[in-house]
Nanobody, 127 residues
């Protein structure tokens, strides 16, 4: 099982970036894919989640309306389109995968839910 993030970089406040999470080694449709982020000195924070099998997307309040999660099942890739970026969005962004059902979907916000993680990609937003 492998998750590989890409697309991070340095951007000015108000700018946009699109992160990608390429997945291999398991049946893509069966898994929920989530994005987390971790800023220096802070705990890892759930950002967004998409589940094709459940048919839902979820967002943290801090990014709702600015970030959009999507998936391309043909490419086994999940995207996180980030717009109107703020300096407080600066962090290492990780994608994670786990099987979630409609009953367990609320657990998407917890790190401990996930067995599989990518290596992370740095996003830096300058003011």
């Amino acid at each position: 099982v492998q998750l590989v993030e890409s697309g991070g970089g340095l951007v000015q406040a108000g700018g946009s970036l699109r992160l990608s999470c390429a997945v291999s080694g398991f049946t893509f449709d069966d898994y929920a894919i989530s994005w987390f982020r971790q800023a220096p000195g802070k705990e890892r924070q759930a950002v967004s989640c998409i589940s094709t099998s459940v048919g839902r997307t979820e967002y943290a309040k801090s990014v709702k309306g600015r970030f959009t999660i999507s998936s391309d099942n043909a490419k086994n890739t999940v995207y996180l389109q980030m717009s109107n970026l703020k300096p407080e969005d600066t962090a290492v962004y990780y994608c994670a995968a786990e099987v979630l059902t409609i009953e367990t979907m609320p657990r998407w916000i917890f790190e401990s839910t996930y067995d599989y993680w990518g290596q992370g990609t740095q996003v830096t937003v300058s003011s």
